[in-house]
């Protein structure tokens, strides 16, 4: 089962890089429906410029991870309403940062060793329009990762 949700995130996150467009409304509407998400749990995020919601809950230690490192991480994913799709926290997989989905790129570059984050991610950043086994198409995915070695 690890090794197929590791191989489902690395093949699709090529795929995801570009996911196609969305209009303005429909990127108005990801972020009313995060910002209400975030708002009913009683959680701060920051807001980049690409739409990622995030919060770094421990900053870690040594450099920020580079692209083209290669970065052990435990993860668990979760939709809006709370249901887990995904739960890697008791095993730790190791891909290289290119691999990933737009928002886990984004992200990974502003954490190091031993980093904890919490990002919601909107379609355009995850995985888009496309449908994968236990991520229907467009959906808003939350996550919380830990970064546990980068080389």
């Given at each position: 089962?690890?090794?197929?949700?590791?191989?489902?995130?690395?093949?699709?996150?090529?795929?995801?890089?570009?996911?196609?467009?969305?209009s303005a409304d429909e990127l108005s509407e990801f972020d009313v429906r995060i910002e209400k998400y975030l708002k009913a749990k009683k959680i701060t995020c920051i807001k980049s410029e690409s739409g990622l919601y995030y919060k770094i809950i421990e900053e870690g230690e040594g450099d920020f991870i580079r692209f083209k490192d290669e970065v052990s991480f435990k993860y668990k994913g979760e939709f809006l309403d709370g249901e887990v799709f995904d739960n890697q926290m008791d095993s730790t997989l190791t891909a290289n940062v290119t691999e990933q989905i737009a928002a886990w790129k984004e992200l990974m570059l502003q954490l190091k060793k031993?980093?904890?984050?919490?990002?919601?991610?909107?379609?355009?950043?995850?995985y888009g329009p496309y449908e994968i086994p236990a991520i229907p198409s467009n959906s808003i995915l939350?996550?919380?990762?830990?970064?546990?070695?980068?080389?």
């Open positions: 089962m690890r090794c197929l949700n590791l191989i489902l995130f690395v093949s699709f996150a090529l795929l995801a890089v570009s996911c196609g467009s969305y031993g980093s904890k984050a919490f990002m919601v991610v909107p379609p355009h950043l995850g939350v996550f919380n990762l830990e970064i546990v070695d980068v080389k």
